[in-house]
């Protein structure tokens, strides 16, 4: 799958949601901790911390479908689709990888005028799962005329 640049800059480095359903398609979301993209696999792997992200890491594991969100505060957003191939604890490389892009969100959005108490709530945890999803569909959620069309 061919992901423009724009595109993947956003899905590394936004504000990350992941979410879920269980099988009764009652859906599960929460705060991503970071993202690491595979272009030669085609996967998207999401960090989050397992405690902190219980219920989309439950149904994630069972209804092997999961759905990844990131934006910037520029309003430049994407939405992910795939399939779970996935739900692992991370390398050291990874949680070292998550904890930069933490900084950088916590960072952010202290620069935005938050104080930075408010996104360490979220954002000072250690990730230790990932889950990894395959892309399917990669669709436009920037708000405009293109908003809701596949990129991809």
Request: charged share 20%; with cysteine; proline share 6%.
């Given at each position: 799958?061919?992901?423009?640049?724009?595109?993947?800059?956003?899905?590394?480095?936004?504000?990350?949601?992941?979410?879920?359903?269980?099988?009764?398609?009652?859906?599960?979301?929460?705060?991503?901790?970071?993202?690491?993209?595979?272009?030669?696999?085609?996967?998207?792997?999401?960090?989050?911390?397992?405690?902190?992200?219980?219920n989309v890491v439950r149904?994630?594991?069972?209804?092997?479908?999961?759905?990844?969100?990131?934006?910037?505060?520029?309003?430049?957003?994407?939405?992910?689709?795939?399939?779970?191939?996935?739900?692992?604890?991370?390398?050291?490389?990874?949680?070292?990888?998550?904890?930069?892009?933490?900084?950088?969100?916590?960072?952010?959005?202290?620069?935005?005028?938050?104080?930075?108490?408010?996104?360490?709530?979220?954002?000072?945890?250690?990730?230790?799962?990932?889950?990894?999803?395959?892309?399917?569909?990669?669709?436009?959620?920037?708000?405009?005329?293109?908003?809701?069309?596949?990129?991809?």
């Amino acid at each position: 799958m061919e992901i423009p640049q724009n595109c993947q800059d956003v899905l590394l480095n936004g504000i990350q949601h992941i979410g879920s359903a269980n099988s009764d398609l009652l859906p599960s979301q929460n705060f991503a901790h970071g993202a690491k993209l595979n272009l030669a696999k085609g996967t998207l792997t999401i960090f989050v911390q397992k405690n902190f992200c219980k219920n989309v890491v439950r149904d994630s594991e069972t209804s092997k479908r999961a759905v990844f969100y990131s934006a910037l505060p520029s309003h430049e957003a994407y939405q992910v689709k795939g399939d779970v191939i996935s739900v692992a604890p991370l390398s050291e490389a990874d949680v070292s990888q998550s904890q930069k892009y933490c900084d950088q969100v916590i960072q952010t959005l202290t620069e935005l005028g938050l104080s930075p108490d408010i996104p360490k709530k979220i954002w000072g945890r250690v990730a230790d799962t990932g889950i990894t999803i395959e892309l399917e569909q990669i669709f436009n959620q920037t708000p405009g005329p293109e908003a809701g069309k596949p990129i991809s």
